[in-house]
């Protein structure tokens, strides 16, 4: 028997690996869709990303960090818009060579992070292709009706802010993959693994939600660099913004690369895969925001401040003003 | 200028073909995350389906039939849970070779299904695959509290029923591909029309919704093949069935098809791309189901009824009493 034809069919491979994920209170993936009961006064905020191999995440990433990931890049999305998780739905496409313990792995990573964060998988389909590995996650998560935070929302005079560390993933990204610049030398082995981690392992800023949902005047994570997404935000908001680029918040690893390699500065700026989040607050609910993700040990860092004018963002710093060519990640 | 590099990119793709399916009332997807506003007491049905090319459709399919029937195949599973549909999220992996052109007329077909369905898009992802176009739909649907209709409740004794004509998605898909076979040519122009027709636009029972959440004791849409659809309904309620296989209704097409090669009645029960609805009803709820079907021209059909021994299936019809080898369309 050889081991394509041991592997299990769909309906064994969502009993053994997905139904564990369903969590106690659901249907146990035992009917044809899922159910969202939110509490009286709450609305169901969505996000849906798709991750190809080879294209989001190397095809032999740790199968488990890919299964993290997945969920974790919506999960952000979830938190920046004030929402509590709830539930996601994953389709997955499986290539031709998939083994079942690749699923396994993968499962046990996604899982671990559905049961960190409290958000039961309550659907999905499984399919294959003739393609890469493809993956697709919808999640849910439950704010109180009309305060989901918005793009739109940003006034003049709001303070820009910022949680954890900017620059992190681009830079874990470049030490991660197969071609590594020489300053990834320059970084100790710790430093490396930090990195490293930060692009396989981000950590959803969950415990934000409610403090946005009560705080925050527009929101949004960043997952395509911190100079494009901020352009995203302002432009839907109508308004402009000046940013101290000095002020942007870099973990001591990322600090050991730009000093081999200044010019790391931009990539750090503009390279993606941060799930930070973005956001702005008026002067008044600035402080109530930080107490409350100091209550949480997240750091939020004030980079800047919101302009009238719409589209326009000065960048200062030690090296004078500056402006971006290339703002953010383009997927295609 | 090559045609690649005059391809709109992600943002501007989305404002051009996705924006003008967010419909009047949703947030057009300026944010990045879509939201659902159930009505005090109701309760968000979520179902998900992923297609890829040259697995579930022809890469050279018109586009805006995949676009119907992308969104088809889930409003189909909304319809069977008795949920009204409210909204769907899109995410499309596109390969290296796509085209405006494609997209334009993917787009077009998906929102004509959406328009007419009153479900608006409201969030996705749009990213770029090595492999085949691979797209995943995640669709919503409101019922009151407690009302999703479930695999779980077919009785003893209730009456096993089918809407519309069963087979023909399975025989639209042979006449409609490349390799045809010789039945093909028994059939008239018209009847080969209906049956392509049949497999590329299927027509998601939304109609029957409301009647099924009122008098349906279990429900599911017929996807991968009505024998195999009915195995899983079965054990999810625990019980079995009598089935009469000569009441399984069929449209002249297939009944032309049948009366060239009667063993297609084999292909036609247990083939796939029905999206009809397969449902249960006690005596006393199958009147008023069936006058409800009636007042919507669809046509619902008693095709057996419910026995208490759990997994057991009599299929009995002119041939004498049978049993099937493959129940149903296995995904991998």
């Not at 997955?92 to 998939?98: G, H, M, Q, T, V």
């Not at 958000?119 to 996650?137: A, R, Y």
Request: glycine letters at 12%; a negative charge.
């Amino acid at each position: 028997m050889s081991s394509q034809n041991s592997r299990p069919g769909e309906f064994e491979l969502i009993e053994r690996y997905f139904a564990p994920l369903a969590g106690p209170g659901g249907l146990g993936l035992l009917d044809d869709a899922g159910l969202l009961r939110p509490g009286r006064g709450y609305e169901v905020v969505v996000t849906a990303d798709a991750l190809v191999a080879g294209v989001h995440f190397f095809p032999d990433d740790p199968p488990a960090a890919i299964g993290w990931k997945a969920l974790a890049v919506n999960l952000s999305d979830l938190a920046a818009k004030g929402a509590k998780p709830e539930g996601f739905v994953l389709t997955i496409a499986l290539p031709r060579d998939w083994t079942e313990n690749w699923l396994k792995d993968f499962a046990t990573g996604l899982g671990k992070l559905a049961e960190q964060a409290g958000c039961p998988l309550i659907g999905g389909d499984t399919v294959s292709t003739t393609g890469p590995l493809t993956l697709s996650i919808t999640a849910f998560g439950m704010v109180p009706a009309g305060r989901m935070v918005r793009r739109v929302g940003a006034k003049p005079g709001d303070v820009v802010l910022v949680s954890g560390t900017i620059g992190d993933g681009a830079l874990g990204l470049k030490v991660h993959g197969p071609d590594k610049p020489g300053w990834v030398a320059a970084l100790d082995d710790g430093e490396r693994s930090v990195l490293t981690d930060r692009y396989l392992h981000p950590q959803p800023r969950t415990v934000l939600a409610e403090a946005l949902q009560r705080h925050a005047s527009a929101a949004m994570d960043i997952s395509d660099g911190l100079v494009g997404d901020l352009t995203k935000l302002l432009t839907a908001s109508g308004v402009g913004a000046e940013i101290d680029l000095d002020a942007v918040p870099l973990s001591a690893p990322a600090r050991a690369a730009l000093m081999a390699v200044p010019a790391l500065a931009e990539l750090a700026w503009t390279g993606g895969d941060d799930y930070e989040i973005l956001c702005t607050a008026s002067r008044g609910d600035y402080s109530a925001l930080s107490a409350a993700a100091a209550e949480h040990s997240v750091p939020l860092t004030a980079i800047g401040r919101i302009v009238p004018e719409a589209g326009v963002v000065r960048y200062s710093g030690k090296g004078g003003t500056r402006s971006f060519e290339r703002g953010s990640f383009s997927h295609f």
